[in-house]
């Protein structure tokens, strides 16, 4: 169950050019387009609002004033004349500006079966940014490995597209041990993006503590869904008698008895106490999260997450009020709208 560990860091972020070209990026995107991309581009259509939601330019109404509403937004003449904070609803824009946030540390080169965590998050990010750019908006990426060290601007088209799959494949599998900070990451969302734009957080958060704050001022500006990438593996360890485990982000090794049906228990006991704390960060924040797994059927995830966005803004229309609760979708329940 070894995993390569990760590149080491460039320094800096930079925006880099493009890569020689990809004939397997370039394969990859054709595969998408026609197996995935042309599924989903039909049955989207009604709920392509609901999933991409742009930043809006017409004023629209006022309402009262709700817990992670952008504060920008409050009419403090209104405020003072009610004496209670309302803020103005906006005609949503349908043209919009995506990025997305790409964790491509040591961990993510895992998975128990012909799938790595990788090649999910590349999966994801060429079937999201080429949905959009049929759309006519525009694409970006920040790229993180030891450090932030690649920024691709924001653009539009299907080479766009291609350019960050080729980014996403260019990194080198092999780096020095240490341990991932995704606070870096979110950090560079904040400086880089600047007009308000939909975020897609793209990560096992298999990290050092101290990034879920950061998240939760990244979902203030921003419209952010945090996109969880897991292997089965990692949650329920089976009997595979002796194995030697190695630790991506340390490079540290030891052999486990699998066997040991003890060991099992508290293997499954920790995994769980990290799944609902991560849950409960990831709440907190007031970020909608998707859960990808290895095996799972990407379609089918983006469609069950379509689904739960749509109800959420049916709910806030019938009220009259935006709902504060996060939308968490894996694909063994529907979590709570």
């Known amino acids: 169950m070894s995993t390569p560990a990760r590149a080491p860091s460039k320094g800096g972020a930079h ?11 370039e394969a990859l ?3 998408l387009e026609w197996t995935v991309i042309r599924r989903l581009d039909g049955l989207l259509q009604g709920n392509y609002r609901t999933l991409w939601r742009g930043a809006g330019l017409d004023l629209a109404d006022l309402r009262e004033y709700q817990h992670h509403d952008d504060v920008r937004h409050i009419d403090w003449n209104v405020t003072a004349r009610l004496q209670q904070p ?3 609803q906006f005609t949503e824009d349908r043209e919009m500006s995506a990025w997305f946030l790409v964790d491509l540390s040591g961990s993510v080169d895992f998975g128990s079966d012909a799938t790595t965590k990788r090649g999910v998050a ?3 990010v060429g079937v999201l940014a080429r949905l959009l750019t049929r759309h006519g908006n525009r694409v970006g990426a920040i790229l993180y490995g030891s450090a932030v060290d690649t920024v691709i601007p924001a653009r539009s088209g299907r ?14 599998d092999v780096s020095a041990p240490g341990s991932t900070n995704l606070r870096d990451l979110l950090q560079a969302g904040q400086r880089i993006v600047k007009r308000r734009s939909s975020v897609f957080v793209v ?3 298999i990290s050092a503590p101290g990034w879920e704050a950061t998240l939760g001022q990244l979902a203030e500006r921003h419209e952010v869904t945090a996109v969880r990438l897991f292997d089965p593996l990692e949650m329920d360890l089976p009997d595979l008698g002796l194995v030697m485990m190695r630790d991506a982000e340390t490079g540290e090794q030891l052999v486990v008895d699998t066997h040991d049906r003890g060991f099992r228990k508290r293997f499954a006991a920790v995994a769980e ?4 704390q991560l849950r409960e960060a990831l709440a907190s924040a007031g970020v909608d999260t998707l859960e990808l797994a290895t095996d799972d059927d990407l379609p089918n995830a983006i469609l069950r997450f379509a689904d739960l966005r749509k109800q959420r803004s049916r709910l806030a229309n019938w009220s009259g009020k935006a709902t504060a609760v ?7 329940k529907a979590g709570a709208v």
């Open 15 to 25: 925006a880099s050019p493009p890569p020689p070209r990809d004939r397997t990026s």
């Open 29 to 31: 995107l054709k595969r």
């Open 86 to 88: 309302y803020v103005r």
């Open 122 to 124: 590349r999966e994801f």
């Open 159 to 172: 080479q766009q597209v291609l350019h960050l799959l080729q980014r996403m494949a260019a990194r080198p």
């Open 203 to 205: 990560s096992d958060f």
């Open 273 to 276: 106490r990290r799944e609902n």
């Open 326 to 332: 996060p939308t968490h979708i894996s694909r063994w």
